[in-house]
């Protein structure tokens, strides 16, 4: 049977989209790509930004705080943001409340921007909070130079559907790699809870192509 036997129907409701995009496969094509970080924490927004222009991004954009941030994604004129860098812990509107809001505005353009959430907690129910809210990647602080690199050029490398339902809208869940983030922390048989936890995982992995 397919790939997408045994999915539940509501992730489905509507067809999968995907945002058309730039696709990046390696460093030197970060420079056809723009990024908006949201920072909170007033000493790191230097560190990061020098951290981003060294990537060489066409454009970098590092804002303090997610008021800001919505009214550059969503007035004129619009900053180019190929990618968010997300604090999890961004204020006023905090990290998931963005994300969600994000995910529903009607411009796909926007909705369909790839986010990487900077979290410090890497509890279960933080990480499946950012997943289930839209989140494409999680990058736990601390983080260097060269993990915040490799998540980005995960996440713009992949062509991941964008799902639109009742219940969920944002990018494909199965392509989110929770066992990444949580694998320090993962006790003997944990493995199968983490797969349960997974509203978008085949319940039937003998069925998968």
């Given amino acids: 049977m397919g790939f997408l036997q045994g999915i539940d129907e509501r992730c489905m409701a509507l067809p999968a989209t995907k945002k058309p995009k730039v696709r990046v496969r390696r460093p030197e094509d970060l420079e056809r790509i723009g990024i908006l970080a949201v920072e909170g924490m007033l000493p790191m ?58 995910r529903r505005v009607d411009n796909p353009t926007v909705a369909e921007t790839p986010v990487i959430a900077i979290i410090a907690n890497a509890e279960r129910d933080v990480v499946f909070a950012a997943r289930d809210c839209g989140v494409n990647v999680v990058l736990l602080r601390p983080f260097s130079a060269a993990q915040l690199l490799e998540k980005v050029m995960w996440t713009l490398g992949q062509d991941t559907p964008f799902i639109r339902s009742e ?6 869940r199965r392509r989110f790699r929770a066992a990444e983030y949580l694998g320090e922390k993962r006790r003997i048989g944990e493995d199968d809870d983490l797969h349960s936890m997974d509203p978008d995982s085949n319940p039937h992995p003998g069925e998968m192509a």
Avoid: C
Avoid at 55 to 72: K, M, P, Y
Avoid at 83 to 91: E, T, Y
């Fill in 45 to 102: 927004m230097g560190i990061l930004s020098g951290i981003l222009r060294s990537f060489r991004f066409q454009q970098v954009h590092v804002l303090g705080n997610s008021d800001e941030a919505w009214t550059r994604l969503n007035g004129e004129p619009k900053l180019k943001a190929d990618i968010i860098l997300l604090d999890w812990n961004a204020h006023p509107l905090t990290g998931e409340s963005f994300v969600r809001q994000l």
């Fill in 167 to 172: 219940g969920y809208v944002g990018p494909d």
